[in-house]
Structure formats: C-alpha cells, structure tokens
C-alpha cells in the first residue's frame, strides 16, 4: 500500500542538531532503527485512492496560504502511551491554522488518525528523536534529558512537503511562494536562493547554508 505524509522538513543547524542528539541516542542506548528523520509531521502517514486530488488539494492550500509559517524548537517531551521521545516544538498561529485547514481539505479522502484531526489548539506539534522504545529504554531516557540542554533554533527556510512512500513528491516553500518538484527541492541552488532571501530579510536570526 501507498502511505503519505505531509510534515516540514527540518533545514540547517536545527536540522543537524537534532540528527546528531538522534545518532547520540542511537549509541548511547543501543536504539537501532528506532530513530527517524528530522521532521515535523502536519498530516499522516495515511493512504488515499486519488493522489491527484490530494496533490491539487495540498497545492491550494499551501499556495493561498497568507503569511510565512514559523515554529520554535526547545527542550523535550515525552508520549507516555507510544513511548515516544521528541522535541518541543511551539507553533505560531500560522503554523497552527496551515495545519489543521490542510488535514480538514484532506480528511474525506484521506485515511488521517484520529490526532490528524485535532483542532488547531490541541494538536501536539513534535519533532521524534526516537520511537518505538521498550519501557526501560524509556525511562533510562526521560532521565538522561533532565540534564540536556534545549536544542538552538535560528531562523531558516519553511517548506511544507508531501511525501509519498518516504520520497518527496512535491514541496511548497513559503519563502519563494511557490511549489517545488522534488528535484528543485533537493537542489542546492533551490536552497541557496532561500538563504539569499532569508539574508535581505535579516534580523539577526537568519542562518548561513
């Protein structure tokens, strides 16, 4: 079966902080495959019988989305009932409505889980570092984060993507305001024009490559 997913894909240092927490988990308490890619899951993974609507439905909605998406990382949290082990993410109100509009225009033909429908207050923004975990495991970890610093957010490029089978079909970047193929999305000169953007706007957030 086809499964799809719709989350932010997590770019430049933030990205790289979070990789390498996940690989330091992974040696620590000997985790494995349990561990997954940086991200931050708006919708899914869920399956449909018309990726051509669901395209064209994530396509309206990114494109007549009015203002930039932004979120904050910051220390870690912990799903209790899965055994999940993730970092906080606050979403601004932005962030907060893009999500739940998307998964309303999805859901009547998309097999979303219940949590896809959450309303925009109640949704669990999250970045997994690991998944999946035997009770010990757990709680040998929840007890070593007591001591970790917060992961470092700066500013970089917000981009929704839809992935289909783990591989990107298709990306909006609100930076440029437009939609993205997956080879422009994987591409560096894609990316350095974010940046080239990100820098005229600067605040003193913003990031190099």
Not at 9 to 14: A, E, K, P, T, W
Not at 16 to 27: C, G, K, M, V, W
Not at 103 to 121: G, Q, V
Not at 150 to 158: D, G, K, T
Request: contains cysteine.
């Amino acid at each position: 079966m086809t499964h799809y997913l719709i989350d932010i894909r997590m770019m430049g240092s933030v990205k790289q902080q979070i990789r390498n927490l996940s690989n330091h988990l992974a040696e620590r308490f000997n985790l494995g495959n349990k561990l997954v890619t940086p991200h931050i899951t708006l919708a899914g993974p869920f399956s449909t019988e018309n990726e051509e609507k669901l395209f064209n439905v994530f396509t309206r909605i990114c494109t007549n989305q009015k203002g930039i998406p932004k979120y904050e990382v910051g220390g870690y949290g912990f799903f209790d009932d899965t055994r999940v082990v993730f970092v906080t993410i606050t979403p601004d109100e932005t962030l907060k409505q893009f999500r739940y509009q998307l998964a309303r225009a999805i859901s009547p033909y998309c097999s979303l889980r219940n949590y896809d429908l959450d309303s925009a207050e109640d949704f669990k923004f999250h970045s997994t570092l690991a998944m999946k975990l035997d009770w010990l495991t757990f709680q040998r970890i929840k007890w070593y984060f007591k001591e970790q610093a917060s992961v470092i957010y700066r500013h970089h490029p917000i981009r929704a993507t839809l992935l289909r089978n783990s591989k990107i079909l298709c990306e909006y970047d609100f930076i440029q305001e437009r939609m993205l193929s997956r080879a422009q999305a994987l591409s560096k000169a894609t990316m350095k024009r974010d940046f080239d953007i990100l820098k005229v706007w600067a605040d003193g957030s913003w990031e190099g490559e």
